[in-house]
């Protein structure tokens, strides 16, 4: 294999996995020194806060020029060195520390034992038909499960779950099929759709082949879900553009804004908050990232329709974050200077007013940028309590429950 097309799809994968997730969120080949040489740790690590989905991967030179047993037994050779560069990479994440030179955030240390890893995915390149991996080819290393799968189906996922907790959702759900399925590859929109028609659950889906058979039969289903899955996307591809827009500040931030206000944006050679403030949108699974994005959408366009100066503004809960309140703004013709002390204030209300203990607000200013705030701490200030009262009291409350 030449390793210039191996570096490729490494980043490939590692570039198209960014938008959904956020590219401050997906480490492609993080480094350790070991005996005073440099190696590598495994080929992705996808981590939000302390958790993370370890990667391994191999791709083919060609890979049109594989097929039936000659792949198979590409496949099963390369799913074994993947699986033993995901067992080295658990070892050194608990007992090294390492570090990922990363395209946005520059070089990212971490300590020995600080992420925990819920999943290995092993990836080798397969097209075709299916490929069936022998029975001993372990289904966990340790208490941690491994997942194999063919490179374009993992992305596939990534595409259509989106989110975090989807995606190990999934991966958790997928453990109840059988030892066979879960070491065949490639395909797996079969077993996918047998997940999102049966409510994220593969209760009945007795294999590969009953499980095509029954999802032809739900086609008219599918194609529903389909439909509604294309507005799901568009409304949490804001959400997802707003946490991009996060990592690159204006370059005179600063300007026309008070010492008081100036001094709460991070150092321009320290920036930490934004990458608080991506969490908060990455950890929402993608029904509540959809449901805010619409949110979001809505008080965009009564602005749109509004006067040329004024603001419309949204609040947004969901059960998964009992203690956290988003709030949606939309500004038009309001200067920044003006604009950031009122989002503030509107926080401050918004937390005081739902008895929430954190809090973020996003503002889209004039169609020309993002505007976030993320504040902790109980508010009980009488003058919060009141503005709270005369900002949200009438307001209406979207709610995503947990389901």
């Avoid at 992705?44 to 990667?55: D, H, P, S």
Wanted: proline share 3%; aromatic share 10%; charged share 25%.
């Amino acid at each position: 294999m030449t390793i210039k097309r191996t570096l490729w799809a490494e980043k490939f994968v590692d570039t198209f996995s960014s938008r959904p997730l956020t590219a401050e969120c997906v480490f492609h080949s993080p480094q350790y020194i070991d005996k005073g040489n440099q190696k590598e740790v495994c080929d992705l690590l996808l981590i939000l806060r302390r958790n993370a989905i370890l990667v391994s991967m191999k791709s083919q030179d060609d890979p049109t020029s594989r097929t039936r047993d000659k792949l198979r037994r590409w496949a099963i050779k390369n799913s074994k060195s993947a699986l033993n560069q995901a067992r080295g990479a658990l070892n050194t994440l608990g007992r090294k520390r390492f570090w990922c030179d990363h395209s946005r955030r520059g070089r990212v240390d971490f300590e020995p034992s600080s992420i925990q890893v819920s999943h290995v995915v092993v990836l080798t390149e397969v097209f075709g038909d299916p490929v069936d991996l022998p029975n001993d080819l372990p289904l966990a290393l340790g208490r941690i499960p491994v997942t194999y799968l063919s490179v374009n189906d993992f992305l596939n996922l990534i595409s259509e779950l989106r989110a975090f907790s989807d995606i190990t959702g999934y991966l958790d759900a997928r453990r109840t099929l059988s030892d066979e399925n879960l070491r065949m590859i490639g395909h797996e929109v079969h077993f996918y759709k047998c997940y999102i028609l049966n409510r994220r659950s593969f209760e009945g889906c007795e294999g590969y082949a009953d499980t095509r058979i029954s999802n032809a039969a739900r086609d008219a289903e599918w194609q529903t879900i389909l439909s509604a899955g294309q507005s799901r996307h568009q409304f949490a591809g804001l959400i997802e553009y707003v946490s991009d827009a996060l990592a690159t500040r204006l370059k005179n931030y600063s300007e026309g804004l008070d010492a008081e206000t100036a001094a709460r944006f991070d150092p321009a050679h320290d920036r930490r908050q934004y990458i608080l403030m991506q969490e908060e949108l990455c950890d929402l699974c993608l029904v509540e990232r959809t449901a805010l994005g619409e949110y979001f959408t809505k008080t965009i366009h009564q602005t749109e329709s509004g006067p040329v100066e004024g603001m419309t503004y949204a609040a947004f809960y969901t059960d998964s974050k009992p203690e956290f309140v988003y709030v949606v703004v939309s500004a038009r013709g309001v200067d920044r200077s003006i604009l950031l002390p009122r989002l503030t204030t509107l926080l401050r209300a918004a937390m005081a007013h739902y008895g929430k203990g954190r809090g973020l607000v996003i503002a889209d200013r004039d169609g020309e940028g993002f505007e976030v705030q993320l504040i902790s701490g109980a508010f009980t200030d009488p003058d919060d309590v009141k503005l709270g009262e005369a900002y949200f009291a009438k307001l209406k409350m979207s709610h995503v429950p947990i389901v």
